[in-house]
């Protein structure tokens, strides 16, 4: 081998070398910058969860007096809450008749705050607009209950609901869940 064919091969060797060289070099660079740009997204992720913490933490903080208040204001046994229900009842012109106060599974809740959940069947008998307008009552009470199921039927074959003007007399069955703080012995 002569001397200027080993020098071409030393040459050519060192020039695979310093490309293999910069593409590694390149290669980790891009790395790098992969990496730093995914570490950035992440500390914006957590800052964003830290400052969405802090702000729900002050909210809650800034309510207290408000909850206060309104925990002041919804009764929590279950003797007003049926009281309120008669009521609505008497606002709407008909006679509601409360039975099978059945306690029921309650959500879950934390054992400091324990809450409790009531079902009632109600009955009720008058014209078909003081029922819809009793119904109509019940879904809007200021206490924490929701009406399940309510059917409504004549007590009258030839009845309408435009014929409830005229005194005919229908029948209206429901079924309201109340939540209350009161414990419940079943």
């Known amino acids: ?26 290669w980790t660079i891009s790395r790098q910058e992969s990496d730093r740009a995914a570490n950035f997204a992440n500390a914006q992720d957590e800052y964003a969860r830290q400052a969405q913490a802090a702000r729900l933490h002050a909210a809650v903080a800034d309510t207290v007096s408000q909850r206060q208040a309104l925990e002041g204001l919804i009764p929590s046994d279950i003797l007003s809450v049926a009281g309120m229900l008669a009521d609505a009842g008497t606002s709407a012109g008909v006679s509601l008749q409360l039975s099978n106060a059945l306690p029921e599974s309650a959500p879950s809740s ?14 009720a008998q008058g014209s078909f607009s003081a029922l819809m307008r009793a119904i109509a009552i019940l ?5 924490a209950a929701s009406v399940e199921r ?3 039927q004549t ?14 007399a229908w029948h209206m069955s429901a079924y309201i869940r109340a939540l209350t703080t009161a414990p419940i012995s079943s």
Request: proline content about 5%.
């Open 110 to 123: 934390s054992d400091a705050n324990p809450i409790y959940v009531v079902g009632f069947d109600i009955q």
């Open 139 to 143: 879904e809007t009470l200021p206490i």
């Open 1 to 26: 081998m002569t001397r200027s064919t080993l020098f071409a091969w030393s040459v050519a060797v060192l020039a695979l070398i310093a490309y293999l060289a910069v593409g590694w070099f390149g």
């Open 155 to 168: 007590n009258d074959s030839g009845a309408t609901p435009s014929s409830s003007a005229s005194g005919a």
């Open 150 to 152: 309510f059917d409504v």
